[in-house]
């Protein structure tokens, strides 16, 4: 069956929508993704603060350093996430933690969960379960548009220079942080997260935007203009071939 269409090629607002974003710390994923969410009446998936939110009760417990004990951590862990992009809300039982999983001292530890093989596939079962439940949704991370949803309708993997995104995040701590703590929170945290995951380079049929030249907002129509190229694709693939690759 082929899906219906408005005139500028966009999926009409009755169906499906799913856009997986991925890139490095300090390109814009939260606050770009979390705009995008806004403007298309979408979900928003933070999947980074599900990271943050498994760093933060595994120091609680005192077992970040025991990669199983922190495994069981992550399977007991009663864990509440909004995905309402205009209410950022994390809960640990009965924790809110949304302000603290942002502090450095959990910015400094968080790479040490995400690099623990079986706490990534506890976490990607729960954010697919979370996209499914879901008809439109913004998920973004590092691995969104490559593990955990590769079908979604737009994945893009949005990118700025190592300069950029230290200035960026330097601005963003208001200046109080030593250069070399700020390198190690944006180039320090990803070369440790790119070992078990590729979120700087993108995989075929994802769509690279650069917002290095570009501020907030022209990132934001940036990204709408390649969901919406993205959807036109796979709408003419589907109309020009509806049977897909079956022979
Ligand atoms: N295109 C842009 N131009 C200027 N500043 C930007 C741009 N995009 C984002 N920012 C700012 O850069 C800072 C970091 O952005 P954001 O937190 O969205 O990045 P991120 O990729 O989600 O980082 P992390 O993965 O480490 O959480 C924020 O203060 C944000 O407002
Ligand atoms: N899908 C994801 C999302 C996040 N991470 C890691 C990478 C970061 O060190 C940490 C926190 O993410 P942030 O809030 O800075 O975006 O979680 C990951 O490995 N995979």
Known sequence: ????????????????????????????????????????????????????????????QGVLDDPDAVVAAVQDMDLVLSVDPDHERVVVGTDDITEA??????????????TN?????????????????????V??????TTVVAPDA????????????????RAAQLG??????DLAEQVSGRDAKDSTVVDFMTPSDGVGL??????DVEATIEAMLAEITRQQS???????????????
């Not at 799913?18 to 770009?32: E, I, L, M, N, Q």
């Not at 705009?35 to 979408?42: K, Q, W």
């Not at 998920?139 to 969104?144: M, T």
């Not at 935007?209 to 570009?214: F, G, K, M, P, W």
């Open 101 to 114: 999983i942002r502090e450095p001292g959990i910015s400094a530890v968080v790479s040490v969960v995400a």
């Open 209 to 214: 935007v650069d917002s290095t030249e570009l």
């Open 153 to 168: 309708d737009a994945r893009i993997l949005l990118t700025a220079s190592a300069e950029a995104r230290t200035a960026r």
């Open 1 to 60: 069956m082929t899906e219906t269409t408005t005139p500028t090629g966009l999926q009409p607002p009755s169906q499906r929508l799913v856009v997986a974003v991925d890139g490095p710390s300090g390109s814009g994923k939260s606050s770009v993704s979390r705009a995008i969410a806004r403007r298309l009446g979408a979900a928003y998936l933070d999947t980074g603060a599900m990271y943050r939110a498994v760093a933060w009760h595994c120091r609680h």
């Open 175 to 180: 200046g109080a942080v030593e250069a070399k």
């Open 233 to 247: 694709n796979r709408t003419t693939k589907q109309t020009t071939n509806p049977e897909g690759d079956r022979a």
């Open 139 to 144: 998920a973004e991370g590092r691995d969104i």
């Open 117 to 137: 093989r079986a706490v990534r596939e506890l976490l990607v079962a729960r954010q697919r379960a979370e996209i499914d439940a879901h008809r439109k949704i």
